[in-house]
């Protein structure tokens, strides 16, 4: 029994660290686009000029698509 547990252990393994890998990596990405999000803010905020509708919902579209892949 402690044989099966330990072949089943090393199969599940490599999953896990994948797993754990993709999470670390997909938090990575979040808080680097969350950076670049701040720095355009930072930037636009000097300007007095408000994005158009188009700009809004093109911006909320592409960020749906990056967090759902």
Known sequence: M???LGIL???VLPSVIGILRDRRIDRQI???QEAREA???QKSSSR???PST???YADG???KK???S
């Open 39 to 41: 720095h355009e803010n």
């Open 30 to 32: 979040r808080e680097a």
């Open 54 to 56: 188009a700009t809004w």
């Open 9 to 11: 252990v090393l199969l």
């Open 48 to 50: 007095s000029t408000v």
């Open 66 to 68: 990056l967090v759902s």
């Open 61 to 63: 579209r592409r960020s």
């Open 2 to 4: 402690l044989t099966v």
